[in-house]
């Protein structure tokens, strides 16, 4: 069971995909091969990978040279969650950086409030970091389907701190990320943001997006926040 918040407590918002788990990889392989079931054309795999942590239905579209409410994109996403349910999820476990498992517990033996907050879908995050062996550290997970406008707005992060039984984010909380996404939720919030390098960005497009702190791994993560919560 996820550790419950203390009165007061600090949230940590995470998001998922090259964050937690090295799916980016396997997502682009996959939104790729799926597009070209459906269209006959493969986009490739490195402009799948540009795309990866925005919302299944600007994928879908953007690889499949259609709009995001058409049929075509429409059929793209389920050939995709089809591939994802089958292929990706089941090596879930194996797809954990490393510091995760022990990283995340660490977080919350210290009083932190631990929420991930992603652009896939709600069912999608669930379904994978149950399979990862993640899903219980969490006390709130909001996808890009539980709210009008997913992130970078903020109303995701609003939701999570609502299911998290917090009113705001207090100054010690913060986002972690490794788009421009995920450090403009923090920016919209006015909380701490830490970028990772060993996701989707590079570090120096995590760097061109001005976090409060780079982190080249998830020890590195634990570390700082571990240090700001205990100011």
């Not at 997970?141 to 701190?161: N, Q, W």
């Not at 570090?203 to 926040?225: E, G, K, S, W, Y």
Request: net charge negative.
């Amino acid at each position: 069971m996820p550790v419950e918040p203390e009165t007061g407590s600090s949230a940590i918002l995470f998001d998922l995909d090259g964050t937690l788990l090295d799916t980016p990889n396997a997502i682009a392989e996959h939104f790729a091969a799926a597009a070209e079931t459906v269209t006959g054309a493969h986009p490739g795999v490195e402009a799948a990978r540009r795309l990866v942590g925005r919302p299944l239905p600007e994928m879908a579209a953007a690889l499949s040279g259609s709009d995001p409410d058409s049929a075509v994109a429409q059929a793209v996403s389920e050939e995709y969650l089809s591939r994802y349910r089958e292929l990706i999820v089941p090596k879930a476990a194996d797809l954990l950086f490393p510091g995760v498992l022990d990283g995340l517990a660490r977080l919350a033996a210290a009083g932190l409030a631990l929420a991930v907050v992603t652009s896939k879908k709600h069912s999608s995050a669930e379904l994978i970091l149950d399979a990862a062996g993640l899903r219980a550290g969490f006390g709130a997970v909001v996808g890009a389907d539980d709210v009008t406008h997913p992130k970078p707005h903020r109303d995701s992060a609003d939701l999570a701190l609502a299911r998290l039984g917090l009113p705001a984010a207090g100054p010690a909380g913060a986002v972690v990320g490794d788009t421009a996404a995920d450090i403009e939720l923090a920016t919209g919030l006015g909380i701490f943001s830490v970028g990772v390098t060993y996701g989707v960005f590079t570090a120096n497009q995590i760097a061109a997006a001005a976090p409060d702190h780079i982190a080249p791994t998830f020890d590195d993560v634990v570390r700082i926040l571990l240090l700001r919560h205990r100011k």
